[in-house]
């Protein structure tokens, strides 16, 4: 099993909640949970807990697994489970897919933000203007998984490897579909409309989309909405969509 570490900065205070840390696979038959190497340091040497703390322990499906540190090892901690449980969403399932940026920090930072806000799914977009394709699934996930902790969520956003537009707006089945884009058109405020149930929405990349590509959508039955009156970066449109869809 290997965990994630929560960001060690924020650990350390008596008045902090107990440290969350991150597993792929929970295994409920398991009683006791062995630690990997990296964590086990963490614990043993970053954070010097001793046998008997509090730590949580999450899978990113839901599961809240809070456990007693049983043994102290800078290699080999481990952990007794003391009690499960499932977190239910707090916030309704919203997928964003948007547009791959040029500007890897900006795109690491929407990952980072949307996972903390309670995305569900995150979907990178190539688009006809969209100026880079290369894509780090793992170095991403990570952002996302570090995210998760940091806000102390068990939900983990299932991030996609990046799709083409067209195949894009054909794949995602949701209750509700929108396109932001900056185009001429009639087009209402986001916040304005009331969803229910799943939604998602189309954010394109620093050019927008084109003309082409708002039609497409369209006939694939996506809603065109605007974010408000400015112009906002791809990255900050991205979470505020978020948001104006989870009010």
Request: with cysteine.
């Amino acid at each position: 099993m290997r965990l994630q570490i929560f960001p060690a900065s924020l650990q350390g205070s008596p008045f902090m909640p107990a440290p969350f840390f991150y597993i792929a696979q929970f295994d409920p038959s398991k009683k006791v949970i062995s630690l990997d190497e990296d964590t086990s340091k963490h614990i043993a040497r970053v954070l010097r807990m001793q046998e008997g703390e509090k730590i949580n322990i999450t899978d990113g499906k839901g599961n809240l697994v809070t456990c007693a540190v049983l043994e102290t090892h800078k290699k080999h901690c481990k952990a007794e489970v003391k009690e499960t449980a499932i977190r239910k969403p707090a916030t309704p399932d919203i997928t964003v897919a948007i547009s791959l940026l040029k500007n890897t920090n900006r795109f690491e930072w929407f990952l980072e933000k949307a996972t903390e806000i309670g995305v569900s799914e995150i979907i990178p977009l190539i688009c006809v203007r969209t100026e880079k394709e290369k894509f780090r699934f793992e170095r991403l996930n990570a952002i996302c998984i570090s995210a998760m902790l940091q806000s102390q969520q068990c939900r983990l956003p299932v991030l996609h490897e990046p799709l083409l537009f067209n195949k894009a707006i054909t794949a995602i089945q949701c209750d509700q579909k929108f396109i932001a884009h900056c185009a001429e058109g009639k087009k209402k405020q986001l916040g304005q409309r009331s969803v229910n149930g799943s939604a998602a929405i189309l954010i394109g990349p620093e050019g927008d989309f084109t003309e082409r590509e708002i039609q497409l959508a369209l006939e694939n039955n996506f809603i065109p909405v605007s974010l408000g009156e400015t112009r906002l970066r791809t990255e900050t449109a991205g979470v505020v969509a978020a948001i104006k869809l989870m009010n």
